[in-house]
Nanobody
Framework: QVELVESGGGLVQAGGSLRLSCAAS????????MGWFRQAPGKEREFVAG????????YYADSVKGRFAISSDNPKNTVDLQMNSLKPEDTAVYYC?????????????????WGQGTQVTVSS
């Protein structure tokens, strides 16, 4: 079992920045790929960014490319999401996810463990 705890959400004005952090504990060797997803009210959960901790790549959704950056600190078992140039449409609950795979999956079924989520609200 892997436990994931997100932090760093909040309210920010459009154009601002936030940094989300996800701390993994437990059987962290089962969390080679880690990702961030988000879900806005009335919408499906969508992939935002993912990283393979074994060097299998980093991937971003087209909607966040050039604005968001994902990074991991393997000794600390954390993964961060730096979000810049935020837009109102980035408003959502952001979820950290972890999976056993080698390559980054953009589908939620590729992840085995999920955090509780953290709210990000971008005002216009």
């Amino acid at each position: 079992q892997v436990e994931l705890v997100e932090s760093g959400g909040g309210l920010v004005q459009a154009g601002g920045s936030l940094r989300l952090s996800c701390a993994a504990s437990g059987r962290t060797f089962s969390s080679n790929i880690m990702g961030w997803f988000r879900q806005a009210p009335g919408k499906e959960r969508e992939f935002v960014a993912g990283i393979s901790r074994s060097g299998g790549g980093i991937y971003y959704a087209d909607s966040v490319k050039g604005r968001f950056a994902i990074s991991s600190d393997n000794p600390k078992n954390t993964v961060d999401l730096q979000m810049n140039s935020l837009k109102p449409e980035d408003t959502a609950v952001y979820y950290c996810a972890a999976g056993k795979g080698v390559i980054v999956y953009t589908a939620s079924r590729g992840y085995d463990y999920w955090g509780q989520g953290t709210q990000v609200t971008v005002s216009s």
